[in-house]
């Protein structure tokens, strides 16, 4: 069993930075792929960035690629999301995610979610 809890969101203007944390309970931690999902109102919820449990392997949806950092600290229990050039349709809630297999696995079936954040970015 795993818990995620966010934290880091809220009102940014746009071309702000904004980094969202995941704090997660389980001794084995180390051994989950993390990733970030968001749902924009309105909309379906959607891949944002994941990582393997290693971190050798991160991947990114085309949205963010070369804009937001996932990264992730095994000693501390905790991901992270740093979201670098914000823009308006950045806005959404932000989901931490988990899953014990790979980063394929985990787009296509997450195990375990947080209870989310809100991103909001101001034009």
């Known amino acids: 069993q795993v818990q995620l809890v966010e934290s880091g969101g809220g009102l940014v203007q746009a071309g702000d930075s904004l980094r969202l944390s995941c704090a997660a309970s389980?001794?084995?931690?180390?051994?989950?792929?993390m990733g970030w999902f968001r749902q924009a109102p309105g909309k379906e919820r959607e891949f944002v960035a994941a990582?393997?449990?290693?971190?050798?392997?991160?991947e990114y949806s085309d949205s963010v690629k070369g804009r937001f950092t996932i990264f992730r600290d095994n000693a501390k229990n905790a991901v992270y999301l740093q979201m670098n050039s914000l823009k308006p349709e950045d806005t959404a809630v932000y989901y931490c995610?988990?899953?014990?297999?790979?980063?394929?696995?985990?787009?296509?079936?997450?195990?375990?979610w947080g209870q989310g954040t809100q991103v909001t970015v101001s034009s």
């Open positions: 990582i393997s449990w290693s971190s050798s392997v991160t």
């Open positions: 389980g001794r084995t931690f180390s051994t989950y792929t």
């Open positions: 995610a988990a899953h014990s297999g790979t980063v394929r696995r985990l787009r296509v079936g997450v195990e375990y």
